[in-house]
């Protein structure tokens, strides 16, 4: 069982090698560009909501304190102003990658398709499934994500007190989320439907999840886990 562990880890960071090495393959640039526009166009639409209710927040909180236009009223609005802007920032930069993802999930049969020809000819695929069905799945998946680091967000700003609490955390949150999301997206095309153990998936998605948070990588990150979770499974056909 251990020696299967190891070989599977080896598989996978050898996937990852692989799928960095073809990013100049002219067909996933398309991918690329739309997924990377679409998740700054998003993430800029979310920045004004996030600040609005931040500041009705920052209303509600300093009304409740009532105090007039006393000086420390003034300390505390400052304060939880600059407070809240910099979750919403922390939020946006640790959901930026899950947010690629899911509009990466409306270009994923190309990606796939592009992996399988590139490396594994040989290997037959099922047909893509509907448009409808990528986008619900693309949206189930951004929710999901959205609340998941919403929630762990606490002890992500624990583990700056307490490294590296936080980003073990977030690791492991995120990494399940990417693992299963990747698994649902990618294995149905493959005639066998290959379901990975729980620990492998987890695994493969942690990969995923430190790529996200590394500034400039994080960019492509979506992509080359697309890639390759693809080779990974085309080389277990």
Partial sequence: ASKMGRDSSWAMLTSYAKAFGQLGNPRFIKPLVYSLGLAVFTALL???????????????????????????RTAIEWSVGVLG???????LFFAFGSIQTAWLGIFMDGVVDAARDSSHPEVELNPPPSLS??????????VLSLLVNVLILPLVLIGWIL??????????????????EYEDIVSPRFPKHPRL?????????????????VPFINFVAPLVTAIAFTHYLASRE
Avoid: C, H, K
């Avoid at 802007?85 to 939020?91: N, V």
């Fill in 197 to 213: 153990p729980l620990l492998s998936r987890s695994i493969f998605g942690i990969m995923a999840a430190a790529l996200f948070i």
């Fill in 133 to 142: 069905a990528s986008g619900w799945s693309a949206i189930r998946f951004l």
């Fill in 85 to 91: 802007t910099l979750i919403l920032l922390l939020i």
């Fill in 163 to 180: 490294p590296p609490l936080g980003l073990i955390v977030q690791l492991l949150a995120n990494g399940y989320l990417l693992g299963r």
């Fill in 46 to 72: 979310a920045l004004p909501a996030g600040y609005f209710a931040f500041e009705w927040l920052n209303e509600a909180l300093l009304a409740w304190l009532g105090g007039g236009d006393s000086w420390w």
